[in-house]
Each structure stands twice: as C-alpha cells, then as structure tokens.
C-alpha cells in the first residue's frame, strides 16, 4: 500500500514519536556499526547507541555538517557495502569534495513514496501532465520528481536542460497541468508567458510546485493572480538528496515534515542547543529509514520554526515555517546551493592559480538569476589581445556553470572596481527583490 494511505501521516503522538524511537535507534546501531565516523563521533562522547533511551537524548550527540561530507568522500559514509547501492547521487558541497551519497533499492522506494505523497498533497493525480524545470545543479531532484510523479501515474515530461523559450513552447504544447520548478525559474517563466502574448488562460497549468528556494510571498502572488495556478512549497535538501522532505498541505500553514522518516530539531546556531517549539533556528535532520546514506544530526544550514499546534488537514506530522536566511554562508542560485569556498576552488582548478582580486556577486537581468564573477585585470590574466580575454571568460564562465549547476558570467574589471572593498570573498546577493507581497 503507497504510504500516502499507510496512516503514518496521521498517527497519534505517543504512536509516532514511539515509531521514530525505534526507528532511531536502529539507525544509531546502523550508523554506529557501519560507519566509521558515526562510531568516533559518538566513542569522543562516550556514548554508546543504547543509551540513546529517548528521542530529547538525540541531542547528546554531536553534529554532522556537510565539511564532513568532504572529509570523507566519496564513500566514507555510507552505512551498507557498495554492493547494496543501485543509485549514486552527487551534490556539490562547502569545500573542494562534492558530497556522495547512495542509495539501496529500499531507498529509493521510500523516496519514490515520500515525493508520492508530497505531490498527492498538492492533488496531483493520474488526470495530470507533469513537467519538470529545474536547474542542472537539481538535476537528481529531477529523478526523484520523475519517479513520484509516475507512483501517482501522471503523464511526466522528464527533466531536460532546455531553454526558458523551450520548456515554454513545452508547457503551451504538451499541455502541462503541473510544473515543478524554483521560484526564480518560475518567475522568469511567467515573464516569458507575458512577453510572448500568450493568454494564460490558453494554458493548461493549475499548479505550481516551488522547489529548492524558501517561499517568497510576492512571486506566489503573482503567480496565482497572473497564471491563475495554486501554489505548493516542497523543502528538501541536496544532500540526502531529496526533494519533497517537507511539503505543503490545503491547510498552506507551514509545511509538514516527513517525521516517519526525518527527525527534526530546531537549533540555536550559535550554540548549538536546541531551541523552544515557535522559535526561529537552524534546521537539524536525522533520517530514520535511510538505508545507505544515513545522516545523524545533520545541520542543514536552512533557517526554520517549527510551527505549534495541529493542522486543519488532520495531518500530525509536524510543520516548519521555511525562512528566507540561512544560518550558514551558502547562498541558493534558482534553487542551487552555492558556496564561496567551492566557487574559489572551480577558479583555482580552472586557471591553474588563484586571483589576487576577484568578487562573487548574484544578480539578475530580465529576471534571470546569475553568478557574476569578477576577476582583475592584472599580469597573469592580462592578454595584449582582446579575443585572447574573450576566450579566457567563455572558457571559465563554461566551466564554472558546468560545474555548479547556475548560470554564470564572467567579468574582467579593472583596479577600480576593486578599491575601498573590504574584499571579503563571501558571495555578494545584488538581486532586487521582483515582487513585493
Ligand atoms: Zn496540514
């Protein structure tokens, strides 16, 4: 039976928080056993999985972050032998290494469910035609989205990278009804419709799924009132890597978070401890079902509350209100993660040293979002040709959008623009805000 009839959205309390006990604690043994880091995390502390009794005992045992992930790329963490793994999935992470993770078949029938679900929420049903457009550094949301999508036996369009004018000329052709993509992508998709004169009421498109970015109130509005579509927002993370771990429900109060499967905790960022329900902190995650891939107090990094009281939908899975900031220094390009580090590491592999002067700046023309990279003209980039510059920017600019997944575009600047700077090399976000609520 799919689990979006299985009642585990709607346990009673004692019943669920008893399921994630057991669950997390076979999760701690698999972890502890198979895992060497998990195993010295937890020796450092001298804690031993059987003395994690309850699920507030979680919070004795120290954080996963995604440097972590580096240090032990690229199977390091996972908690069954390869042979077991049928999918292997990259994302890009903070520092040089990507981080890995893999998945067994039970995984990914248990994500296949989890996004099932997530979309049955938003009422998406067998009646639909799916598209799927997002940016290539989702690409693996994209298999996720595309096997959900089948298990409630829409007509999918599976992702392929086209142009904004393409997956439009898809939209209007092939009659989609239901598009997953980021707020930004969908922004620009709704200028696109405008632009090209097309009625949206000549469209087929009811519903909208916002991924990878915090909601932002302006654009649903204006999606809603422009394109006449409902508005759904899924939370999830590159890293394990899922796409619909919490979702919204009709009720549109928070998004409830897949507590079957994930444990949530909400923490303060500087000190790590847990905060009150209500409370704005970091989002922290543990999976509870993960075979391969299993994280243990992962620090997501993303900014949340988590919501009291109960939903009208008679869901009892928790909700998070998904804030805009973050609680780390990565920023989201159209959904994709961004880190300064990683971008700095691209440029050094890139040119075979690292600039003196450069600068990371997000921007947005025709309300497309972008990485802008600007480096300085100095001795070792200087060419006496033009064309010879002009190759230089195509081939990095190439490279660096390959490699991160976004679009960007890379800038030469003089001296100038690099005085008075207190060049921090953190990313700097120039994009104006499109739509205020
Ligand atoms: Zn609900």
Not at 14 to 23: D, H, V
Not at 128 to 135: E, F
Not at 391 to 414: A, D, F, S
Request: hydrophobic share 40%; proline share 6%.
């Amino acid at each position: 039976m799919p689990i979006w009839n299985a009642g585990e959205e709607c346990l009673d309390l004692e019943e669920r928080a008893q399921l994630q006990l057991e669950r997390l604690q076979s999760t701690l043994n698999r972890a502890y056993k198979n895992v060497p880091f998990y195993r010295n995390l937890l020796q450092e502390k001298g804690i031993e999985p059987a003395r994690i009794e309850t699920l507030t005992d979680l919070q004795y045992i120290p954080f996963a972050t995604r440097e972590h992930f580096s240090d032990n790329y690229p199977y390091g963490l996972f908690a069954v032998p390869l042979r077991d793994v049928v999918r292997i999935h990259t994302a890009q992470g903070t520092a040089l290494k990507p981080t890995v993770s893999g998945y067994t078949k039970q995984d990914l029938l248990v994500w296949r469910e989890l996004v099932a679900r997530s979309l049955f929420a938003a009422g998406v049903s067998k009646n639909d035609i799916l598209q799927i457009d997002v940016d290539p550094g989702l690409i693996n949301w994209g298999q996720a989205y595309k096997d959900g999508a089948e298990a409630v036996e829409s007509s999918v369009i599976p992702l392929t990278i086209l142009t904004p004018e393409k997956q439009l000329m898809l939209l209007r052709d092939y009659k989609t009804s239901v598009l997953i993509t980021s707020h930004s992508a969908a922004t620009q998709m709704m200028h696109l419709v405008f632009r090209s004169n097309l009625n949206p009421n000549e469209l087929a498109l009811r519903t909208v799924v916002l991924v990878g970015e915090p909601p932002d109130a302006g654009i649903q509005d204006r999606l809603k009132h422009e394109l006449h579509v409902k508005t759904w927002v899924h939370y999830g993370l590159s890293e394990v890597p899922g796409p619909a771990l919490a979702f919204e429900c009709e009720a549109r109060q928070g998004l409830h978070v897949s507590e079957d499967h994930f444990l949530p905790e909400v923490v303060d960022p500087t000190t790590g401890g847990v905060v009150p329900e209500g409370v704005a902190g970091e989002l922290v995650l543990t999976t509870l079902t993960t075979r391969a891939f299993p994280l243990v107090r992962f620090r997501t990094g993303d900014r949340v509350r988590l919501l009291p009281g109960a939903c009208p939908c008679g869901r009892s899975l928790s909700r998070i209100e998904w804030l805009s900031s973050r609680t780390d220094e990565m920023k989201v390009i159209r959904g994709v993660k961004v880190h300064h580090q990683q971008i700095a590491y691209l440029l050094e592999r890139t040119l075979g040293f690292l600039p003196n002067s450069y600068r990371f700046l997000i921007r947005s023309e025709e309300l497309r979002d972008f990485l802008e990279v600007w480096l300085k003209v100095d001795e070792a980039i200087f060419s006496d040709e033009v064309k010879g510059m002009e190759r230089l920017c195509l081939r990095l600019g190439k490279e660096l959008t390959q490699e991160l997944g976004v679009p960007v575009k890379i800038r030469l600047k003089e001296e100038s623009s690099f005085q008075s700077l207190q060049l921090s090399h953190r990313i700097e976000d120039l994009r104006a805000k499109p739509f205020e609520p």
